[in-house]
């Protein structure tokens, strides 16, 4: 017997870190994302191979069915992470797994995992899936986080996203804007951790509510806008109210003080992708910094 799991990619456009604590965040699924073949054998052992974009394997590991423990691995800690998944899944539903007599599982990406567009959250999405769990609770457990990314890959639209009293609230919104062409995102070649990222940003100390409410408005505002000057300034807005947060510059101007657009951070910052503003021009500039994965909005959302 055979199963395939697909999850979308994400991008947060607005309210990182303070979507954390409640404020409400702009997402949209992207096009690019991962599938989960199953396939039953009688090998009486779980046999995993994870494939990146070009259809190389990046990872392969064998378990025990019994107790998910590792017989062999080409690294140690990504088979530890999916044995915390794994095992967090059969004790959200005993009935996973409890009757296998041995399974081939494939993974396939179809973005470079340096990306940051979510390897972690479509997985956790797809097992959720395979494993007929609630994919909030197996990341929560597994490793915490908002959970907009598991929305995303949940999701064939943009959305907008919001923990109350720690239940996510998802909705669909049409966001698809008249500017949409002199949107870009441009990846910065430095992988973030997000536990690293979300452990320094828990450390500082302001006014929380303030953000949260600040973030939310400027969040409904982007939806909103109807020009590119509007969310330009709503995007400058956003910078430079998690800038003072943070107390970290923002990337334009660490980064690119000279960009006629604007950039805003998405995600944990300094890393993964920005978003900017522009034109035609906008692949050369970023091409002569030594930034050469800049995608266009309609080329990256779904």
């Not at 604590?21 to 199953?38: E, I, N, R």
């Not at 396939?108 to 994919?135: E, M, Y």
Request: charged share 20%; proline share 3%.
């Amino acid at each position: 017997m055979e199963k395939e799991f697909y999850s979308n990619g994400k991008l947060l456009l607005s309210g990182e870190y303070a979507i954390l604590d409640g404020a409400l965040g702009l997402a949209v699924p992207t096009k690019y994302g991962q599938s989960l073949k199953v396939v039953d054998s009688s090998s009486g052992t779980l046999k995993w191979s994870s494939f990146d974009e070009n259809t190389e394997i990046w990872f392969q590991a064998e378990f025990d069915l019994e107790n998910f423990k590792i017989m062999a691995s080409t690294d140690e800690k990504t088979a530890q992470t999916l044995v915390k998944l794994l095992s967090e899944a059969q004790s959200q539903n005993p009935d996973f797994l409890s009757e296998s007599k041995g399974v081939d599982v494939e993974t396939h990406l179809t973005f470079p995992r340096s990306w940051g567009l979510g390897t972690s959250s479509t997985l956790i999405n797809n097992i959720s899936q395979w494993a007929k769990v609630d994919a909030y609770q197996l990341l929560w457990n597994a490793f915490g986080g908002s959970g907009y990314d598991i929305a995303c890959a949940q999701h064939n639209s943009p959305i907008t996203y919001q923990l109350q009293n720690g239940q996510p609230k998802v909705n669909e919104v049409a966001f698809d804007p008249s500017f949409k062409e002199s949107l870009y995102f441009v990846h910065l070649n430095q992988k973030q951790s997000s536990k690293e990222a979300i452990a320094a940003y828990r450390k500082q100390h302001f006014d929380k509510d303030r953000l949260i409410k600040n973030i939310s408005v400027l969040t409904q505002k982007m939806i909103r806008a109807d020009s590119l000057t509007e969310f330009e300034s709503l995007m400058e807005k956003h910078e430079a109210l998690l800038s003072e947060v943070l107390g970290i510059p923002t990337v334009k101007s660490q980064l690119f003080p000279d960009f006629s657009g604007t950039i805003k951070s998405l995600g944990a910052w300094g890393g993964d992708f920005v978003l900017a503003t522009g034109n035609e021009q906008t692949l050369s500039y970023f091409g002569n910094k030594g930034f050469h994965t800049v995608i266009p909005f309609s080329k990256m959302m779904l």
